[in-house]
């Protein structure tokens, strides 16, 4: 069973930054075989991708809103992924979670999460 710890969120002000921590531990769970993403949660309750990397880490993707301002990393020796968050605005309020990137195959169970609040 896959489990995911995501850890570093924080109340930021708009035009703040974050880093976002994400590590991924299970039996038999190989992290540098997937595809993985960051993903929020906002409050209504639907989880959006905001940003993925391929399993090697050599390609992203964003979407237009987080493109230019976020920045994805993975360190597969240590099965961790990152999230550079920059020129946050109060929009990218939520709870934040890594997990396999959808557009190649199936989520693993839910973290727990790591809650960033943006507000002045």
Not at 59 to 75: H, L, N, Q, S, V
Not at 87 to 96: A, I, K, M, P, Q
Not at 103 to 111: C, I, P
């Amino acid at each position: 069973q896959v489990q995911f710890a995501e850890s570093g969120g924080n109340w930021v002000q708009p035009g703040g930054s974050v880093v976002l921590s994400c590590e991924a531990t299970g039996v038999g769970f190989t992290f540098e075989d997937y595809a993985m993403a960051w993903y929020r949660q906002g409050p209504d309750n639907q989880r959006v991708l905001v940003a993925g990397i391929t399993a090697g880490g050599q390609y992203t993707d964003y979407p237009e809103f987080t493109k230019g301002r976020f920045a994805i990393a993975r360190d597969n020796y240590n099965n961790r992924l990152f999230l550079q968050m920059n020129s946050l605005n109060v929009e990218d309020t939520g709870v934040y979670f890594c997990n396999r990137h959808t557009a190649y195959g199936v989520t693993f169970s839910w973290g727990q999460g790591t809650l960033v609040t943006v507000s002045s």
